[in-house]
C-alpha cells in the first residue's frame, strides 16, 4: 500500500537534551509540501558535527533528530519536484544548491544562501517542521535530519545518485569524504610534490589525506593525540604522523622545522580555536596556505597574531570541501563507482540504528573513524 500523500510513523533518534544521550522514539513524518521530497534512509553516519550538536554547541532548539550524512530511496515526492521520482536512491544535502542566489551563481563558491548552518532555525525552508514525537513537534538539524527511518528534506538539497551505488558506502559522500577531501582538492588546491600537514585523523582528517594523496603531495604529516588513529592514516597515504604531546616545543615549530620553514598546505580537521593557530603558523610564512574544516565550538572568537598573514599567509576554510553539492555529489558517486577513490578506510563501524548511543560512545572514546548506522 503506498504511503504517499500519508503520515508515516517510523522510527528516529530524538535529542531531548543536550549531553543526553539520544531516545529512539515513533515519530510521526508528515508528508512532503511542495518542491520537498520524503526519503527513506537506509544507511547514516555519525560525523563530529552530529557530536556538536550533542555537546549544545549548536543553538538549534530542541527536542531534535540530528544526522547529515546519509544515504536513502524517495519515497514520495511533493508538488513540483521535478529532479527525483519515487525509487530513486539520492544523497541529502546538510548545504543546499538553491541554483538561484548570488552564492549559487558565483563560480566557485558554495554555501548557497538557502543553508541552515547560518540561522539554524531548524525547520524547512518554510520555516516549519515536518516531524512530531509525542505531540510535540521535532526540529529539523541543517534540513536533513537523518537519524529517522524517514524525513523530509528540500529538492534543493538532494542529489539523484546512480542507481548501482551502494547506499551503505557513499552515504560518507554526504559529508565526511567529500568535505575532507575537497578541502585538499578543491579548496587548497595542493599542488604535486608538496608537503601537507593534516591536524586531527578521525574521519574527516583521512580524507583530506586522501585528498592531499590524489592531488600528488610528497609528504603528508598527520597529526593527532591519539596514536591510534596513525595506522590507519597511513593506510590512506600519511607519510608521517606525530602527537603535540610527544614533543615540549609547540608542535608548529616542530612542523616547520619538519619541513625546511613551514609546510605548503595546512589543514585543521579537529574543531579546536588552538590547533587552528597551529595549523596557520605551521605553514610557509610566504605562501603557506591553510584550511580551516573543523567546526569551532559555539561562537567564540579566537586571537591571532595579524603578522602571521602580513608575511603572506593565505588562510581559508569551507563548509562542504568547498563542492557545489547538488552537481557535484553525484558525480563523486559516480567517481567511486568508477574506483577512483575508496571509502573502506572510513568505515570502521557498521551498526544498527537503534545502537546509535554505542555509535557515539565509539566516537567518544576515540576508537571509530565513521560508524554506519543502518536501518
Ligand atoms: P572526529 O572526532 O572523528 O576526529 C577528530 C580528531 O581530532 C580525533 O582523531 C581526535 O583524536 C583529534 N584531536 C582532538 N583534539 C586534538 C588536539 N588537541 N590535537 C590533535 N588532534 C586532536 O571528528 P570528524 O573527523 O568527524 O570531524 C572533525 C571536525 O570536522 C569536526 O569539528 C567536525 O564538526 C568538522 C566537520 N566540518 C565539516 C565542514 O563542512 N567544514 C563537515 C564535517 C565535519
Ligand atoms: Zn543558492
Ligand atoms: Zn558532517
Given at each position: ?31 512532503p509540501?511542495?518542491?520537498e521530497i520524503r526519503i527513506k534512509i537506509v544507511a547514516t ?23 547529515h550524512e546519509a544515504a536513502g530511496i524517495v519515497e514520495s515526492i511533493g508538488?513540483?519536484v521535478t529532479t527525483v521520482k519515487p525509487g530513486d536512491k539520492v544523497i541529502p544535502l546538510f548545504?543546499p544548491q ?45 534540513g536533513t535530519?537523518t537519524?529517522?527511518?524517514y524525513t523530509v528534506v528540500d529538492e534543493m538539497a538532494v542529489a539523484k545518485i546512480d542507481a548501482a551505488s551502494p547506499l551503505?558506502?557513499v552515504c560518507?559522500l554526504s ?150 553539492s547538488k552537481?557535484?555529489v553525484p558525480?563523486l558517486v ?42
Amino acid at each position: 500500500m503506498s504511503t504517499a500523500g500519508k503520515v508515516i510513523k517510523c522510527k528516529a533518534a530524538v535529542l531531548w537534551e543536550i549531553k543526553k544521550p539520544f531516545s529512539i522514539e515513533e515519530v510521526e513524518v508528515a508528508p512532503p509540501k511542495a518542491h520537498e521530497i520524503r526519503i527513506k534512509i537506509v544507511a547514516t553516519g555519525i560525523c563530529g558535527s552530529d557530536d556538536h550538536m550533542v555537546s549544545g554547541h549548536f543553538s538549534i532548539r530542541l527536542p531534535v533528530i540530528p544526522g547529515h550524512e546519509a544515504a536513502g530511496i524517495v519515497e514520495s515526492i511533493g508538488e513540483g519536484v521535478t529532479t527525483v521520482k519515487p525509487g530513486d536512491k539520492v544523497i541529502p544535502l546538510f548545504t543546499p544548491q538553491c541554483g538561484e542566489c548570488r552564492v549559487c551563481k558565483h563560480p566557485e563558491a558554495n554555501f548557497c544562501l538557502k543553508n541552515d548552518l547560518s540561522m539554524l532555525r531548524g525547520t524547512m525552508q518554510d520555516g516549519t517542521t515536518r516531524f512530531t514525537c509525542r505531540g510535540k513537534p521535532i526540529s529539523h538539524f541543517l534540513g536533513t535530519s537523518t537519524f529517522s527511518e524517514y524525513t523530509v528534506v528540500d529538492e534543493m538539497a538532494v542529489a539523484k545518485i546512480d542507481a548501482a551505488s551502494p547506499l551503505e558506502k557513499v552515504c560518507l559522500l554526504s559529508c565526511g569524504f567529500t568535505t575532507g577531501y575537497g578541502s585538499a582538492v578543491k579548496v587548497a588546491k595542493v599542488t604535486p610534490g608538496s608537503t601537507c600537514a593534516v591536524f586531527g585523523l578521525g574521519g574527516v582528517g583521512l580524507s583530506v589525506v586522501m585528498g592531499c594523496k590524489a592531488a600528488g603531495a610528497a609528504r603528508i604529516i598527520g597529526v593527532d593525540i591519539n596514536k591510534d588513529k596513525f595506522k590507519k592514516a597511513k593506510e590512506v597515504g600519511a607519510t608521517e604522523c606525530i602527537s603535540p604531546q610527544d614533543f615540549k616545543k609547540p608542535i608548529h615549530e616542530v612542523l616547520k622545522e619538519m619541513s625546511n620553514g613551514g609546510v605548503d598546505f595546512s589543514f585543521e580537521a579537529i574543531g579546536r580555536h588552538d590547533t587552528m593557530v597551529a595549523a596557520l603558523a605551521c605553514c610557509q610564512e610566504a605562501y603557506g596556505v591553510s584550511v580551516i574544516v573543523g567546526v569551532p565550538p559555539g561562537s567564540h572568537n579566537l586571537s591571532m597574531n595579524p603578522m602571521l598573514l602580513l608575511s603572506g599567509r593565505t588562510w581559508k576554510g569551507a563548509i562542504f570541501g568547498g563542492f557545489k553539492s547538488k552537481d557535484s555529489v553525484p558525480k563523486l558517486v559516480d567517481d567511486f563507482m568508477a574506483k577512483k577513490f575508496t571509502l573502506d578506510p572510513l568505515i570502521s563501524h557498521v551498526l544498527p540504528f537503534e545502537k546509535i548511543n554505542e555509535g557515539f560512545d565509539l566516537l567518544h572514546s576515540g576508537k571509530s573513524f565513521r560508524t554506519i548506522l543502518t536501518f
